[in-house]
């Protein structure tokens, strides 16, 4: 894999986000190693389930300057150091009102966090919390700043992603995605298109695969959705499993995160996969998903789909900051995880269909039970239900109950079945429940 390491060095330091030019040369570059990787786009401003495909977001330079001319803070050193998705601003600023606009981690002192806000207006820089004290500490209160970040949102724009479809002996597929979006982040981010693109490079080669395959390259959550808006009838029909690969490139652990009932056909062919090459392996339970195992198991979807990791988002120090670099990621990390991988979609080309039929209608909707109104992962954020500027050291613990609540919101389950698989007492599982009707995002059937 020390191939796959080049590329990751070559698409580090391109500036990425959910829409943007640095996407589009981003899978240029992958698809000079996967020859017919397909680069495609939805249309800024498209309603997609309860979601609007964002504007196409591009920016030329940010930074912050002291009174003297000096940068004390500029993007061209580190992508991490605007916040994804800022407006424009180019004016003089009181100390004061810099400080308002500055992210930082006190937990680490030495890591520039990466910060986003997709979906609100808003503009700010991140830096290491010893800069942070720097600019608190030398500049006075009435000292000016000249804030300039030259960023545009194109209205008629678009959402780039790629995909790969490799025909197989019988037309039900396997679905292997991973992310596109984060920028200069190894791990985390590009660990998962590096594995993705050895994979499709590998079973492009066999010509004799029982089943299909599709990879996909997508930016996260709202490519997830649209891709699924776009395609639901075809998935539904042929998917029968599959994986998102993230977060694959260290060398410290082997994860897996379930599928939403921990029994689909995926979940065994992975399991059996780990088992049979002896690999110890930390398991997650569904519920500590935040990543695209929700959308492709969100109410009304539940495609099986499970995650492959080595430490999973969150568990690792260096995630979500400019510690992330390929210090984290090895050669090594990476060829395990394609080994791994590799075997888990062998096991699962082997499924013969009509188990996965048997396991997708198992469950039955039932008439009085619980049901999310929207297809898909339902946009919390638009309803004030979910923190619209994104870090690590928010406080998601209450929005992402009411994803986990909202996940066995598909009509199978009621109060008491939703309280024993998202581990909540029935008291705070019934208070979910209010939020949520009061939110017009779920019914009773």
């Given at each position: 894999?020390?191939?796959?390491?080049?590329i990751?060095?070559?698409l580090?330091?391109?500036?990425?986000?959910?829409?943007?030019?640095?996407?589009?040369?981003?899978?240029?570059?992958?698809?000079?190693?996967?020859?017919?990787?397909?680069?495609?786009?939805?249309?800024?401003?498209?309603?997609?389930?309860?979601?609007?495909?964002?504007y196409?977001?591009?920016?030329?330079?940010?930074?912050?300057?002291?009174?003297?001319?000096?940068?004390?803070?500029?993007?061209s050193?580190?992508?991490?150091?605007?916040?994804?998705?800022?407006?424009p601003?180019?004016?003089?600023?009181?100390?004061?009102?810099?400080?308002?606009?500055?992210?930082?981690?006190?937990?680490?002192?030495n890591?520039?966090?990466?910060?986003?806000?997709?979906?609100?207006?808003?503009?700010?820089?991140?830096?290491?919390?010893?800069?942070?004290?720097?600019?608190?500490?030398?500049?006075?209160?009435?000292?000016?700043?000249?804030?300039?970040?030259?960023?545009?949102?194109?209205?008629?724009?678009?959402?780039?992603?790629g995909?790969?479809?490799?025909?197989?002996?019988?037309?039900?597929?396997?679905?292997?995605?991973?992310?596109?979006?984060?920028?200069?982040?190894?791990?985390?981010?590009?660990?998962?298109?590096?594995?993705?693109?050895?994979?499709?490079?590998?079973?492009?080669?066999?010509?004799?695969?029982?089943?299909?395959?599709?990879?996909?390259?997508l930016?996260?959550?709202?490519?997830?959705?649209?891709?699924?808006?776009?395609?639901f009838?075809?998935l539904?029909?042929?998917?029968?499993?599959?994986?998102?690969?993230t977060?694959?490139?260290?060398?410290?652990?082997?994860?897996?995160?379930?599928?939403?009932?921990?029994?689909?056909?995926s979940?065994?062919?992975?399991?059996?996969?780990?088992?049979d090459l002896?690999?110890?392996?930390?398991?997650?339970k569904?519920?500590?998903?935040?990543?695209?195992?929700?959308?492709f198991?969100?109410?009304?979807?539940?495609?099986?789909?499970?995650?492959?990791?080595?430490?999973?988002?969150?568990s690792?120090?260096?995630?979500h900051?400019?510690?992330?670099?390929?210090?984290?990621?090895?050669?090594?990390?990476?060829?395990?995880?394609?080994?791994?991988?590799?075997r888990?979609?062998?096991?699962?080309?082997?499924?013969n269909?009509?188990?996965?039929?048997?396991?997708?209608?198992?469950?039955?909707i039932?008439?009085?039970?619980?049901?999310c109104?929207?297809?898909?992962?339902?946009?919390?954020?638009?309803?004030?239900?979910?923190?619209?500027?994104?870090?690590?050291?928010?406080?998601?613990?209450?929005?992402?109950?009411?994803?986990?609540?909202?996940?066995?919101?598909?009509?199978?389950?009621?109060?008491?079945?939703?309280?024993?698989?998202?581990?909540l007492?029935?008291?705070?599982?019934?208070?979910?429940?209010?939020?949520?009707?009061?939110?017009k995002?779920?019914?009773?059937?």
């Amino acid at each position: 894999m020390k191939n796959y390491i080049n590329i990751g060095k070559k698409l580090f330091p391109i500036h990425r986000s959910l829409t943007g030019k640095g996407n589009i040369k981003s899978l240029k570059i992958l698809k000079k190693d996967i020859k017919n990787l397909k680069i495609k786009n939805y249309k800024s401003g498209e309603k997609v389930f309860d979601w609007k495909i964002p504007y196409e977001w591009n920016v030329k330079q940010a930074y912050v300057k002291d009174k003297y001319g000096k940068k004390l803070i500029d993007l061209s050193l580190n992508n991490l150091h605007l916040v994804s998705y800022s407006v424009p601003i180019n004016k003089n600023i009181k100390k004061k009102e810099l400080l308002k606009h500055l992210h930082f981690y006190k937990k680490q002192k030495n890591a520039i966090p990466y910060v986003t806000s997709f979906y609100k207006k808003y503009w700010g820089f991140c830096l290491t919390y010893i800069n942070f004290l720097k600019i608190k500490k030398n500049y006075s209160d009435n000292d000016n700043f000249i804030v300039k970040i030259d960023s545009k949102f194109k209205k008629n724009g678009k959402l780039t992603f790629g995909e790969l479809f490799i025909k197989g002996r019988e037309k039900k597929e396997i679905l292997i995605t991973c992310n596109i979006c984060h920028p200069s982040m190894a791990n985390n981010e590009l660990s998962g298109p590096l594995v993705t693109s050895a994979l499709a490079k590998h079973f492009g080669k066999i010509k004799t695969n029982k089943k299909s395959l599709r990879f996909l390259f997508l930016p996260e959550t709202i490519g997830a959705i649209a891709y699924i808006k776009k395609n639901f009838k075809s998935l539904k029909k042929n998917v029968i499993g599959g994986y998102h690969i993230t977060c694959a490139g260290d060398n410290r652990v082997y994860s897996y995160l379930y599928s939403k009932y921990h029994d689909s056909p995926s979940d065994k062919a992975a399991i059996k996969a780990f088992k049979d090459l002896k690999i110890k392996l930390k398991k997650y339970k569904h519920i500590h998903s935040e990543s695209e195992a929700r959308r492709f198991n969100a109410p009304n979807i539940n495609f099986g789909t499970g995650e492959i990791m080595r430490s999973k988002y969150h568990s690792f120090p260096e995630y979500h900051t400019s510690l992330d670099n390929f210090n984290v990621v090895t050669a090594k990390g990476l060829s395990g995880t394609f080994k791994v991988a590799k075997r888990i979609i062998e096991n699962l080309m082997e499924i013969n269909t009509s188990t996965f039929l048997k396991w997708s209608e198992k469950r039955k909707i039932k008439r009085g039970y619980i049901k999310c109104k929207t297809f898909c992962e339902p946009n919390l954020g638009k309803r004030k239900l979910y923190p619209l500027i994104s870090r690590k050291d928010n406080s998601f613990k209450e929005p992402v109950k009411l994803l986990d609540f909202l996940q066995y919101a598909d009509g199978t389950n009621n109060l008491r079945n939703i309280s024993k698989l998202v581990n909540l007492s029935m008291k705070k599982t019934s208070n979910i429940y209010k939020i949520l009707m009061k939110a017009k995002v779920v019914k009773k059937i």
